[in-house]
């Protein structure tokens, strides 16, 4: 099925360990995204892809890094992992916006990540 | 800072009834997009309406709909019908123009009591 796969779903990490999120579409989208979810935050942008060679930092960027790969590809790595960093992730990837177009922002089925 | 604020934490509302959930928003921006998220315990995110900031009529799908009041920066999601698989976190979403970016709120957990 077309859409967002992420790998893995779930991960335990021990506190300065580190690892690499994953993330795939096949929807030919120019724009990726890495979200973070924790309780009574909603959803906050960590990352964000407008177009495969350029990243940039969204709201909460710090103890992240990216990469797009190449169009389909953005995987998000954590280089020292801490506690704080528990939380699910979401990646998601978007088309061009247009009036009336159907625009679409495909979520991934997130990643439960605890760090102990 | 442009936000998204959900002020209800928790809603609840009985089978078949009707519910509101509120939602307003801070922007500088004239032309926008906004958007309604229901995420199931399964943590799936589904868009379950949106509303183009240039259009007067308020979006419907189904049983949902939205009031959208432009100048209140006001955008509440209205449940009629309410139904058991309606329970979940409900986010509330508006999209930054310029960036793409979706700039979210804090989200509603709404209950359906049988």
């Known amino acids: 099925n077309a859409g967002v796969t992420q790998t893995p779903k779930f991960q335990v990490l021990k506190t300065g360990q580190s690892m690499t999120l994953q993330c795939a579409q096949d929807?030919?989208?120019?724009?990726m995204y890495w979200y973070r979810q924790d309780p009574g935050m909603g959803l906050r942008l960590i990352y964000y892809s407008a177009s495969e060679g350029t990243t940039d930092k969204g709201e909460v960027p710090n103890g992240y890094n990216v990469s797009r790969l190449n169009k389909r590809e953005f995987s998000l790595r954590l280089e020292s992992a801490a506690p704080s960093q528990t939380s699910v992730y979401f990646c998601a990837s978007s088309g061009p916006l247009y009036r009336d177009s159907l625009y679409g922002y495909t979520f991934g089925s997130g990643t439960r990540l605890t760090v102990v | 800072a442009q936000t998204v604020t959900q002020s209800q934490p928790e809603m609840s509302v009985q089978e078949a009834e009707t519910v509101t959930l509120s939602c307003t928003y801070d922007?500088?921006?004239?032309?926008?997009?906004l958007f309604w998220y229901k995420q199931p315990p399964s943590r799936q995110m589904i868009l379950v309406i949106r509303q183009e900031a240039y259009k007067q009529q308020n979006a419907t799908e189904n049983r949902f709909s939205v009031n959208f009041q432009k100048a209140a920066k006001s955008f509440s999601l209205k449940i009629s019908d309410s139904q058991l698989g309606d329970a979940a976190m409900y986010f509330c979403a508006r999209l930054r123009g310029a960036t793409n970016k979706l700039i979210f709120g804090t989200g509603t957990l709404l209950a359906v009591q049988p």
């Open positions: 922007t500088s921006e004239s032309d926008y997009y």
């Open positions: 929807m030919n989208h120019n724009s």
